[in-house]
Nanobody, 122 residues
Framework: LRLVESGGGLVQAGGSLRLSCTAS????????IGWFRQAPGKEREGVVC????????YYADSVKGRFTISRDNAKSTFYLQMNSLKPEDTATYYC????????????????WGQGTQVTVSS
């Protein structure tokens, strides 16, 4: 099982970025997926997660209305569209997948991408 991320970078406050995460070795549509982030000196936190059934979606309060998760099962890829970025969104972003995850907690996911840096300048 493997996840490969792309799309991070440096952006000014108010700008947008889209992160991509491509899966291999498993059928993405059967898995819960999520995006997490970790800023220096802080714990890794769940940003947005969606269950395999698509019935349950979790967004952290800090990103509601600004970030959107989507998936393209045919391409085995899911995305994080980030709009109206703020300096406090600066972090390393990780995508994750798990066959049985029902929450957006780090320990519920067992397959992780390598991380991609997002830096938002003020």
């Amino acid at each position: 099982l493997r996840l490969v991320e792309s799309g991070g970078g440096l952006v000014q406050a108010g700008g947008s970025l889209r992160l991509s995460c491509t899966a291999s070795g498993f059928t993405l549509g059967d898995y819960a997926i999520g995006w997490f982030r970790q800023a220096p000196g802080k714990e890794r936190e769940g940003v947005v997660c969606i269950s395999s059934t698509l019935r349950d979606t979790y967004y952290a309060d800090s990103v509601k209305g600004r970030f959107t998760i989507s998936r393209d099962n045919a391409k085995s890829t899911f995305y994080l569209q980030m709009n109206s970025l703020k300096p406090e969104d600066t972090a390393t972003y990780y995508c994750a997948a798990d066959r049985w995850a029902s929450s957006c907690r780090r320990h519920d996911f067992d397959t992780w991408g390598q991380g991609t840096q997002v830096t938002v300048s003020s």
